[in-house]
């Protein structure tokens, strides 16, 4: 059975595209500004400053016309050049992309394997960068979404302050505006971010900002370079302008979004997400299934392993989006099939959360997996409830 179209709703709980609150799509559908307009510039700017509060930066945010990908390769561009040797910390298929970045750039990268699911280890990346004193960055995920593991930020970057001089540079895709994350008190020397996870608008902008000795590293290297070119961007970023034409209909929702998120403080918004995240957990584990990322789970996404001996993840996945219009992330290269990862960043609320573990209960039960219905909305909505005042 399926619900009739009159009644289907899309119901997405991917870690990306996620959710856009239907204000901010009304507003984003107007006709798109002039970018040259005193009226886009004034949004440009607030915009940025409110990006710089969000990344706790006294320094530039830039917005770019990109997904998130762009900023990890304009990244690398900005502040490398071909021969230089970075470490990667690889916990999942974000950090692989570093890797294949950095390599396809020429770098040489000394690569940092973790388990699926485990967070890093702040003594390894010391042991790499003191047996590789050339090392200029180390490039590392803060939330690695293909797993839910949540790397210790604070730790590995003093770690790597102490150790060397190498840049941290961090993937904060689906950590920006989802838990703390305070780039000048951390010392990170590159934060990068994208729209369509926390910031709760459509997938197209990424947001960068680089610390004071990122800038001077700058000076000394860069790769070749045009579009993504932040000597360009800082030609004119004075002028409440970008290099190239930006997407401003894009822009315009992420000022409504931003002024928001402002309103509501960034110690409301880290509460908010760790409390969702950890109701889900509670509702994933009481309906008997296991996290992948135990120790050290992210607050943007939960990583559930199907029940031992079922190898059909597929068909889990396939029944939330044929029946209740769902849709939930698979696990990707050798947790296909394996597993499924639920959202919780941006625009949910704790009713959403019930609702996706309510759709995962019927559907275990109507793939014939033992499972009480009621077992974990119960769990995650007694957590919700006395949770709510602690915070
Ligand atoms: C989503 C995501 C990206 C960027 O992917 P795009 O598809 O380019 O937006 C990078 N890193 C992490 C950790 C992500 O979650």
Request: with cysteine; charged share 20%; glycine share 8%.
């Amino acid at each position: 059975m399926k619900s009739h179209p009159l009644f289907e709703k899309l119901r997405i709980f991917a870690p990306g595209p996620t959710p856009v609150p239907e204000s901010v799509l009304a507003q984003m559908s107007l006709p798109p500004l002039h970018h040259r307009t005193e009226e886009f510039g004034r949004i440009l700017d607030r915009t940025r400053k409110n990006l710089s509060w969000l990344f706790q930066t006294d320094q530039r945010a830039y917005v770019l016309a990109c997904s998130g990908t762009g900023a990890m390769e304009a990244t690398i561009v900005n502040l490398c050049a071909a021969g230089d040797e970075v470490v990667v910390i690889n916990g999942g298929k974000f950090g692989e992309r570093w890797t294949k970045l950095a390599q396809r750039y020429g770098l040489k990268v000394h690569e940092l394997k973790f388990d699926w699911g485990e967070a890093a280890d702040p003594a390894q990346v010391v042991a790499a960068l003191k047996q590789n004193p050339n090392v200029r960055a180390v490039l590392m995920q803060a939330s690695e979404t293909s797993t839910g593991a949540y790397h210790p930020v604070e730790q590995i970057a003093k770690a790597v302050h102490e150790t060397s001089d190498a840049l941290v540079c961090v993937d904060a895709i689906t950590a920006l505006g989802v838990s703390p994350l305070p780039m000048d008190k951390w010392g990170l020397d590159v934060v990068i971010s994208g729209s369509q996870k926390a910031f709760m608008l459509p997938p197209g902008l990424a947001f960068m900002s680089l610390s004071e000795r990122a800038n001077q590293a700058r000076k000394r290297t860069s790769i070749p370079n045009f579009y993504f070119s932040l000597a360009e961007e800082d030609k004119v970023f004075d002028k409440a302008q970008t290099a190239w034409t930006p997407a401003v209909s894009l822009i315009v929702g992420l000022d409504m979004v931003l002024a928001r998120m402002r309103e509501a403080g960034l110690e409301a918004i880290f509460n908010h997400h760790a409390r969702l995240a950890e109701g889900t957990r509670h509702g994933v584990t009481a309906m008997g299934l296991s996290l992948l990322a135990k120790k050290s789970p992210s607050a943007s996404v939960t990583s559930v392993l199907l029940p031992a001996g079922m190898t059909n993840g597929d068909k889990i996945i396939s029944h939330l989006r044929d029946r209740y219009g769902m849709t939930v992330a698979d696990g990707q290269d050798h947790y296909k099939g394996k597993m499924f990862r639920i959202a919780h960043l941006g625009y949910y609320d704790e009713l959403d959360m019930l609702t996706v573990l309510s759709a995962v209960e019927l559907t275990l039960d109507k793939l014939g997996i033992p499972v009480k219905l009621g077992q974990g909305v119960g769990a995650a909505a007694r957590y919700f409830r006395e949770s709510e005042n602690q915070v």
